[in-house]
């Protein structure tokens, strides 16, 4: 089973901020918080990933709190390609570390 | 850089068929990764390959299915006997080993349907 848990769905109006949360409460101390994303007949698409701090890169921003047992994935500027299913995922910090997804959360930015 | 390479990306079969999926990864990329994805539900891990050899294949239903990969760059994926509940989108993946990028790199699936 997942270890995270996930809004099944939620709407964001183009140009404006989508916040994506995660609950993973039962998050070990050795485990990365990985964010992917899929679009529509295509496979997952890697986001960003983080440990304890937050994180920013060209696409996401990750904000995890301070006990990491949530996070929040953040769009700054939504636009309809940003329409996806988007998963929160843990990941061990060892090489052979797998990912477990859920169902994700369905995004769907509107005009 | 070429992405993950996939065939056929569509595949109809009726059940007690066999059938086979090709992976091809992102060149120099060590671990190779298989999934299924059933509608509505996210991936889930079939077997996970590190150059030839499997790391991970407990969620493999291995009375019929199957995977190898002998030279530790593409893999072959098989279904037989299929059955209805096989039916499902499967993915590959590959990734880095060393130098701690371990994002995972997916193709664009093959959708099995089985009859």
Redesign the interface.
């Known amino acids: 089973d997942?270890k995270t848990t996930q809004p099944t769905s939620m709407d964001c109006a183009e140009g404006r901020a989508a916040n994506l949360p995660c609950n993973h409460s039962t998050i070990s101390g050795n485990e990365y918080v990985?964010w992917y994303r899929q679009i529509h007949?295509?496979?997952?698409?890697?986001i960003i990933?983080g440990l304890k701090n937050n994180e920013t890169n060209e696409m996401a921003s990750l904000i995890i709190t301070e006990d990491r047992k949530s996070s929040t994935l953040i769009l700054p500027h939504a636009t309809l390609r940003d329409t996806a299913v988007y998963?929160c995922t843990l990941?061990p910090t060892d090489?052979?570390?797998?990912?477990?997804?859920?169902?994700?959360t369905q995004v769907v930015v509107t005009p | 850089e070429a992405g993950v390479a996939q065939s056929p990306r569509y595949k109809i079969i009726e059940k007690r068929q066999s059938v086979a999926f090709w992976c091809n990864p992102i060149s120099g990329h060590a671990t190779l990764y298989w999934y299924q994805q059933i509608l509505g539900q996210g991936p889930k891990l079939l077997i996970q390959f590190q150059n030839n050899g499997v790391v991970d294949d407990s969620q493999l239903p291995k009375d019929r299915f199957s995977a190898e990969r002998l030279k530790g760059v593409d893999s072959t994926l098989k279904i037989q006997p299929a059955k209805l509940e096989d039916s499902a989108v499967y993915l590959c993946a590959s990734r880095q080993t060393r130098g701690g990028r371990y994002e995972q790199y997916f193709g664009p699936g093959t959708r099995l349907t089985v009859t």
């Open positions: 997942a990985y007949s295509q496979g997952p698409q890697y990933h998963y990941r090489s052979w570390g797998k990912l477990q997804f859920g169902a994700g």
